[in-house]
């Protein structure tokens, strides 16, 4: 009896923790289950999607084409540049400097094909939504810039008191000699503190960052004579008050501006960008001819382009000017010195080879500029302002403290603006005209006069010509690339 009931007992306990363990295995295995099944990503086909960000809005201007618009490669030029007066100018640099900015342009493009959106990332979708929401915030506040200026004719007006200038006189490295009238020892500063003013509408104030940002990873280059050298470094002083590392931008070569060389690339690094100079006194050809004794003369191909034009198609942004080589000297003598084809005329009319110049000019631009990805300016005619003669011959202007207010210099405009227009009205290729003609009528106080050179006491130097075509800078040429901001933000907008 006793023996029976002690063999039960351990069967029961067996039985007892083996009915347990089983349970406690089911259970763990139904959590466990449950679990992974609760951890897995839903598959049913009603799941909500995440919306994706909108797209940044498209830049104003895309890389130049590789090809031209036949579809043919474009080849560099294998002319050299002929310099025609090397006492004032240099020859153009070497073709080791093609090489260099052709190596600059592909990291442009490459950088700019970079930055394309990448669809297969995974965005962060908080950041790129305030993102998206700054960018619509400077969209709108932009439109309603625009829409005040939208019909308001920007070259009439007057000029208006201001706390100017852009940038401190002496502050901008790229200001050379010839321009720095404070630090040559001008002493009156009043000529600094003018505004431009159109009639119907206010100027938005110039945005040296947004400027850059709207450059970035393009090209601007500055084709044409010494006047648009003059404004190249206004631009450069400008666009240097939007970086806060200046060491940031530099010229690619190494080179110091200075008047006898003829071309320049400026890198902004954190832009991506360059903004370029390449010198053009007449945008066509100039040339030297030998004479039976074989003595060289210059002449220049009013029919042919400017040896310097494999450059010009590499820039998104392109800013043209020619004007005041045509009315001294040689050029507007014109003997012996206009050419067309292998003719070279004994005697020519200036005024007749500066509109056909344009018009060689002209064609060039309608055959190798792409409208959909290149934008073309061509700066009007800047106004001079000598007395008692002409630059060669005593012409003066120091003194000169305040704009003029009144008197028949407001209102002239040259003939060669009349054929400038009529150039680009006749063009397929949208041209935007600069036309700061008659807003620099008014400045006689802005020219260099005899604040050319340093340590002149305020004394005009017998041996020294006065200055009175180009401008000091900080100073007017600062106007006309606070027109061409204005204009790149129509252009986003039109």
């Known amino acids: 009896m006793s023996t029976s009931s002690s063999s039960s007992f351990p069967r029961t306990i067996v039985s007892y923790t083996l009915s347990t363990s089983l349970f406690i295995v089911f259970f763990l295995g139904s959590v466990f289950l449950f679990t992974r099944r609760a951890l897995e990503p839903s598959l049913s086909p009603y799941r909500a999607d995440i919306p994706l960000p909108h797209p940044r809005p498209p830049p104003l201007l895309l890389p130049p084409p590789s090809n031209d618009l036949n579809g043919k490669p474009r080849d560099a030029d294998a002319d050299v540049t002929v310099d025609t007066n090397p006492k004032e100018d240099e020859a153009d640099p070497r073709r080791g400097d093609d090489d260099d900015v052709a190596a600059v342009n592909t990291k442009l493009k490459a950088a700019e094909e970079s930055n394309s959106v990448n669809l297969t990332a995974k965005p962060d979708l908080e950041d790129e939504g305030a993102s998206h929401n700054n960018v619509e915030e400077n969209n709108n506040a932009e439109s309603a810039v625009v829409e005040k200026l939208r019909g308001c004719d920007l070259y009439k007006g007057s000029w208006v008191k201001d706390e100017y200038p852009l940038y401190q006189p002496g502050s901008c490295p790229y200001v050379d000699e010839a321009f720095d009238c404070q630090r040559n020892g001008r002493r009156d500063s009043d000529y600094l503190n003018w505004r431009w003013k159109p009639d119907g509408c206010d100027l938005p104030r110039f945005n040296a960052t947004d400027f850059l940002v709207k450059l970035r990873g393009k090209s601007l280059m500055l084709v044409g004579d010494s006047m648009n050298r003059n404004q190249f470094e206004s631009m450069l002083c400008l666009l240097r008050e939007g970086l806060s590392d200046k060491s940031r931008m530099y010229e690619v070569h190494g080179h110091n501006i ?68 045509w009315v001294h000297g040689k050029t507007a003598r ?41 934008l073309v300016f061509y700066r009007g005619y800047s106004s001079a302002h000598f007395r008692g003669g002409d630059w060669d011959s005593g012409g003066s202007c120091n003194g000169e403290k305040e704009p003029v207010k009144k008197g028949s ?43 050319g050179k340093p340590n002149m006491d305020g004394k005009k130097v017998s041996s020294r010509k006065q200055d009175c075509s180009h401008w000091c800078l900080p100073g007017v040429p600062d106007v006309w690339n606070h027109l061409i901001y204005v204009s790149l933000l129509l252009q986003a907008h039109s």
């Open 409 to 451: 210099i407001l209102d002239s405009y040259p003939l060669k603006m009349k054929i400038v227009e009529e150039a680009i009205k006749e063009m397929q290729v949208p041209v935007i005209l600069l036309n700061v003609t008659k807003l620099t009528n008014f400045r006689k106080d802005g020219h260099p006069s005899i604040y």
């Open 334 to 374: 014109g003997k012996n010195y206009y050419k067309e084809g292998d003719v070279i005329y004994p005697k020519f009319d200036a005024t007749e080879a500066y509109r056909r110049a344009l018009k060689t000019w002209a064609k060039w631009i309608d055959q190798n500029v792409n409208p959909q990805k290149q």
């Open 258 to 325: 200075t008047k006898g060389r003829g071309y320049f690339v400026f890198k902004f690094e954190d832009y991506n960008c360059t903004v370029e100079f390449v010198r053009s006194h007449f945008l066509v050809r100039e040339g030297v001819r030998a004479n039976a004794q074989g003595n060289t003369n210059p002449t220049l191909s009013i029919d042919r382009i400017d040896k310097s034009h494999a450059r010009w198609k590499r820039a998104n942004i392109l800013v043209f000017n020619t004007g005041h080589w």
